[in-house]
C-alpha cells in the first residue's frame, strides 16, 4: 500500500511539472516573461532540461531579467547535459555571437551610414561658371550637369534599395542578433539614413540653384549677343557695309541644361 501511494505522489508530481511546463510555455509566448521566468526557475532547478534551455534563452535575450550571457550559458550548458539539443545549437550561438561580436555592435551601435552615403559615389561637383559665352563652354558646363545628375541617381536609387532601416544588416549578422539588438539597429539605421537625405538634398538644391543662375544668364548673353547680330545685319543690308561686329557661329545653339533630378 505504501509502494502505490509513493508511486501515484510520483504521478502527480509530474503532472503538476508538465502543467508548470506548459503553463510556463504560454506566458513566454504571450511575452509575460516575470511570471513565466518564475515557473521556469523552479522547474529548471528541479532538473528539467526543457525549462533550463528556455531560461538560458531569457537571460540570454534579456526578458524579464538583465541579459546575462554567463548565466544563460551555464544553463544551456545543464539542458544540454539532459539531452536537448536545442541547447546544443544554443551554445553555439553564444560562440557566434561572441566571434562576431563587433559586427553586431557596429550595426547597434556605431552605424552612420557610410555604406550608402553620396560621397561613397564619389560624384565630381561640376563646375559651374557664372555665364559661358561660346557653344564650346556651354557643352562642357552641361557634360558636366549631366554626369554630376547621373551620379547622384545612383545615390538615390541606391538609397531607396536600402529601405526599409535594418535590410541592409547582413542576414549572417542579423541571424545573431538578439530582439533589442536589432531594434537598436533599425532606429539606428533610421536616423542615419535621415542625416544622409538631408545632406544630399542640400547638396542637389545648392547644385541645382547654380545651373538655374548659369542658365538664365548664359540665355541672356546669348540672346543679347542674337539682337545686337540682328542690328548689324540690318545696318549692313541699308548701307551696304559689313557690320563691324559680329556674334562667332560657335555662341549660337540653344543652352539645354540637365537638372539633378535628370529633368531638361
Known amino acids: 500500500m505504501q509502494k502505490l501511494t509513493f508511486v501515484v505522489a510520483m504521478l502527480f508530481s509530474y503532472g503538476a511539472y508538465a502543467d508548470d511546463l506548459s503553463d510556463a510555455n504560454r506566458l513566454l509566448e504571450a511575452q509575460s516573461y516575470t511570471q513565466a521566468l518564475?515557473?521556469?526557475?523552479?522547474?529548471?532547478?528541479?532538473?528539467?532540461?526543457?525549462?533550463?534551455?528556455?531560461?538560458?534563452?531569457?537571460?540570454?535575450?534579456?526578458?524579464?531579467?538583465?541579459?546575462?550571457?554567463?548565466?544563460?550559458?551555464?544553463?544551456?550548458?545543464?539542458?544540454?547535459?539532459?539531452?536537448?539539443?536545442?541547447?546544443?545549437?544554443?551554445?553555439?550561438?553564444?560562440?557566434?555571437?561572441?566571434?562576431?561580436?563587433?559586427?553586431?555592435?557596429?550595426?547597434?551601435?556605431?552605424?552612420?551610414?557610410?555604406?550608402?552615403?553620396?560621397?561613397?559615389?564619389?560624384?565630381?561637383?561640376?563646375?559651374?561658371?557664372?555665364?559661358?559665352?561660346?557653344?564650346?563652354?556651354?557643352?562642357?558646363?552641361?557634360?558636366?550637369?549631366?554626369?554630376?545628375?547621373?551620379?547622384?541617381n545612383g545615390f538615390v536609387k541606391n538609397l531607396n534599395a536600402s529601405l526599409p532601416p535594418g535590410k541592409n544588416i547582413p542576414p549572417d549578422i542579423e541571424r545573431l542578433m538578439n530582439e533589442q539588438e536589432f531594434t537598436q539597429a533599425k532606429a539606428l539605421m533610421e536616423k542615419a539614413y535621415t542625416v544622409v537625405s538631408a545632406e544630399a538634398n542640400q547638396k542637389a538644391t545648392q547644385t541645382e540653384a547654380k545651373r538655374a543662375a548659369w542658365q538664365a544668364r548664359t540665355e541672356a548673353y546669348v540672346l543679347a549677343e542674337s539682337a545686337k547680330k540682328a542690328v548689324d545685319t540690318a545696318a549692313f543690308d541699308s548701307d551696304g557695309r559689313r557690320p563691324s561686329s559680329k556674334m562667332p557661329a560657335e555662341r549660337r545653339p540653344p543652352v539645354v541644361v540637365a537638372t539633378p533630378g535628370g529633368s531638361r
Not at 72 to 92: H, I, M, P, V
Not at 102 to 129: M, Q, T
Open 38 to 152: 518564475s515557473l521556469y526557475n523552479k522547474l529548471a532547478s528541479a532538473g528539467n532540461a526543457e525549462a533550463q534551455f528556455h531560461l538560458g534563452e531569457m537571460y540570454l535575450y534579456g526578458e524579464g531579467v538583465t541579459s546575462d550571457v554567463s548565466a544563460a550559458r551555464e544553463w544551456f550548458q545543464k539542458s544540454s547535459t539532459g539531452g536537448n539539443k536545442q541547447a546544443d545549437a544554443a551554445l553555439d550561438l553564444i560562440r557566434q555571437r561572441a566571434a562576431r561580436r563587433a559586427d553586431i555592435d557596429f550595426y547597434a551601435r556605431d552605424y552612420k551610414g557610410a555604406d550608402i552615403s553620396l560621397s561613397k559615389f564619389n560624384c565630381v561637383e561640376p563646375v559651374v561658371p557664372e555665364m559661358s559665352q561660346t557653344k564650346r563652354q556651354i557643352m562642357a558646363v552641361q557634360e558636366g550637369l549631366d554626369a554630376w545628375s547621373a551620379c547622384y
